[in-house]
């Protein structure tokens, strides 16, 4: 079976794609070499896209000399530390400025119990001379800050209220003691939504000159779920790897399976029979590189979109949940593969049967 001519029949056929063409751009060598998610990382609070309403109680905040303890959480790539280092720039100005009044910390510091005692203590503790301003502790994923560090913190940010805030960042909010919680005004950073990521991206793309089409910058919306991080590096590496970002590029540099093929998979899986299947998925796999677990997400995604009766529906979602946990502790692949054939076959007995 030839895996890449086969289509879907819904598919539309295929006009020529518009490529947004630009001349190349000569930036410096610095410039050059920096991954664009610095690059590009905000350098005003007005900078950042998204999350307008945290923005701006930030600067009344700030421009009334009211900062509170901060507790900014949220997925991965969304703008917490943007924020912040955005806003300590904000208050202290001047750059030697920020870095005499604020204090970044993360995880590949050690932030064990001595940290916190000593190193915290002490910047928290001592007065700036000629400074009278708030001084600044930023501990960046917080999340992984040791419970025993965690408790300790509790008593230094109350007793240094008077010259020092704290700013906690962190993925997962469950992770930190309710204590350090409920002294601190929590911030929700939520996934950026398409259209502002969509501006974005197009504004970094001509930026850097990049060649690329419509359907390309949607497939990197569609691969970002909401990460603006993602985003710019699957953008940088496309462009680094092939010389216009379509569709096809993007996803054969992120290794996620093509929407295209994914249909195809799943039309094998409900027509098909066992071997066909079987046959179709596992050259498929091999020829274009794909994980069965990446290829189970999005078909997971299809199913939940199909119109079936809700006892197959439950079938083939309890199936595949079965396979991916097998998959996610390294079970041979080929033989989850005919597991996956294999919960369709059953899902569509019970079909014929009703
Ligand atoms: N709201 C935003 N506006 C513009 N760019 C953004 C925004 N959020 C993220 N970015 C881009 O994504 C990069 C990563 O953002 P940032 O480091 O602030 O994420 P984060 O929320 O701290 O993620 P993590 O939880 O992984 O630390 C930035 O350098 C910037 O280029
Ligand atoms: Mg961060």
């Known amino acids: 079976m030839d895996v890449d001519t086969i289509t879907h029949p ?3 056929a295929a006009a020529a794609p518009v490529i947004i063409k ?8 610095d410039s050059a070499q920096m991954p664009w998610v610095e690059k590009y990382r905000p350098a005003t609070l007005e900078d ?4 307008e309403d945290i923005v701006a109680i930030l600067t009344r905040l700030i421009d009334s000399d009211n900062l509170p303890h901060l507790l900014l959480y949220g997925p991965p790539g969304t703008g917490k530390t943007s924020t912040i280092v955005a806003a300590a720039k904000r208050m202290y100005g001047s750059a030697a400025a920020y870095s005499s009044m604020a204090l970044e910390l993360n995880a590949s510091d050690s932030r064990g119990i001595d940290v916190v005692r000593n190193e915290i203590k002490e910047f928290a503790g001592t ?3 000629f400074n009278s301003g708030i001084k600044l502790v930023i ?14 913190l509790r008593r230094i940010i109350e007793k240094h209220t008077r010259n020092a805030r704290f700013c906690l960042i962190c993925n997962y909010v469950s992770k930190i003691i309710p204590a350090l919680q409920s002294r601190c005004t929590r911030f929700r950073f939520a996934p950026l939504g398409m ?3 969509r501006a974005r991206l197009v504004e970094v793309a001509d930026a850097e000159g990049v060649n690329y089409t419509a359907d390309g910058i949607e497939s990197i919306l569609s691969l970002s779920g909401g990460d603006m991080r993602r985003v710019l590096n699957l953008l940088q590496s496309t462009a680094m790897s092939s010389a216009v970002v379509n569709e096809r590029n993007v996803y054969l540099t992120s290794g996620a399976p093509l929407p295209r093929d994914v249909d195809a998979a799943l039309e094998w899986l409900l027509n098909l029979d066992f071997k066909m299947a079987y046959d179709g998925l596992v050259s498929m796999c091999s020829i274009k590189g794909y994980a069965l677990a990446d290829i189970l997400t999005d078909l997971a995604t299809a199913i939940l979109g199909m119109e079936l009766p809700p006892g197959v529906l439950a079938v083939l979602l309890d199936g595949m949940s079965n396979v991916e946990h097998r998959l996610a502790f390294g079970t041979d692949e080929k033989l989850q593969t005919a597991s996956l054939v294999g919960v369709f076959i059953q899902a569509r007995t019970i079909m014929k049967i009703k």
Request: hydrophobic share 50%.
């Open 10 to 12: 819904a598919a539309p």
């Open 22 to 29: 630009h001349k190349q751009v000569v930036g410096s060598i």
């Open 195 to 197: 259209d502002q990521i």
């Open 139 to 152: 501990l960046d994923e917080a999340d992984a800050m040791t419970s025993d560090a965690q408790f300790a």
């Open 127 to 129: 007065r700036q001379l």
């Open 48 to 51: 950042l896209v998204a999350h």
